[in-house]
């Protein structure tokens, strides 16, 4: 039996064995995948995309942005500040950070995040709230009845909106700890 449950792996070991992967990158991935268990890594992930559409739907809002095209309102975010911190944070523990070399190719993944059609239903509800969640009692009570959708569920509106809060609440953190060090 045991021989049956090493063959069984075998195959997984051997991709992880012989490819360039981070040994401690896969075990924290794998860690992360534990039920019950999230990690910072699957809090970004889950945040990330949720957090864009937001941003992009507000940006759409905009009256400044009136009459601009989605790539425009796109590309200047990729191109402020704002995206620059908002990027660095999120893929942290990636290693990776902003790169201007990279303004087209962010500009594009934002696009198609934004067209995906998994995206469909967060869309329609940053839309109905201009783009801004709404947390605390107000959410509770305003939220639930006006804002569902017939396959939408208050819960599955509650848990989108505490990926957001923990995001930033791990931006306020790191505001904090910067100006620390630059004090």
């Known amino acids: 039996m045991a021989k049956v449950a090493k063959n069984k792996w075998d195959k997984v070991i051997e991709y992880l064995t012989h490819s360039d992967r981070d040994l ?3 075990l924290s991935l794998l860690k992360g995948c534990d039920q019950g268990n ?8 889950a945040s990330y995309s949720l957090n864009i559409i937001a941003i992009v739907t507000q940006k759409q ?47 594009k993944q934002l696009k198609d995040l934004w067209y995906s059609k998994s995206q469909s239903k967060n869309k329609e509800y940053f839309k109905k709230i201009d783009g801004f969640i709404r947390l605390g009692d107000g959410f ?9 959708e ?33 004090s």
């Open 24 to 26: 401690e990158k896969v």
């Open 38 to 45: 999230a990690s910072n890594y699957d809090i970004n992930r």
């Open 61 to 107: 809002l905009d009256p400044e942005n009136k009459d601009k095209s989605l790539t425009h309102i796109i590309r200047q975010w990729v191109k402020s500040k704002d995206f620059i911190q908002f990027y660095n944070l999120m893929k942290k523990q990636e290693n990776i950070i902003w790169d201007k070399s990279k303004l087209e190719d962010y500009t």
């Open 140 to 148: 509770n009570k305003t939220a639930g009845a006006n804002l569902l």
């Open 150 to 182: 017939k396959d939408c569920n208050e819960e599955e509106l509650r848990a989108k909106a505490k990926i957001i809060e923990k995001t930033f609440d791990k931006i306020k953190q790191n505001e904090r700890q910067s100006r620390i060090i630059v």
